[in-house]
């Protein structure tokens, strides 16, 4: 079974206070490494900063986070389905404006 993993922290981003962008993003990177939603993403406002998110996907899942004061954010990702790390950066670009990815 292949099992691959992501983490990626971006910063320089915005929006990162937008609970739909960040659904919207969630949705958008399934899509884009073609995983299968098992259900819709949660995106919540965390009670001290930013937004918290998860999507379970049929091949695993992710989770996101985001510090709007920090302009950064991270995404964690595994998946038992083959993805390319431009398939991810697609749907970053996409949503998020920012200035340097690790």
Wanted: include cysteine; charge should be negative; aromatic fraction near 10%.
């Amino acid at each position: 079974m292949l099992r691959q993993r992501l983490v990626l922290e971006a910063t320089g981003c915005k929006e990162l206070n937008n609970i739909d962008t960040a659904y919207d993003f969630l949705v958008e990177v399934a899509k884009n490494i073609g995983a299968t939603l098992y259900s819709q993403p949660i995106v919540m406002k965390t009670p001290i900063q930013g937004l918290t998110g998860i999507a379970v996907l049929l091949e695993s899942g992710m989770i996101f986070h985001s510090w709007p004061e920090e302009d950064f954010l991270d995404l964690y990702l595994e998946s038992c389905k083959e993805f390319t790390l431009l398939s991810v950066y697609t749907a970053l670009e996409k949503f998020y404006s920012r200035k340097k990815l690790k």
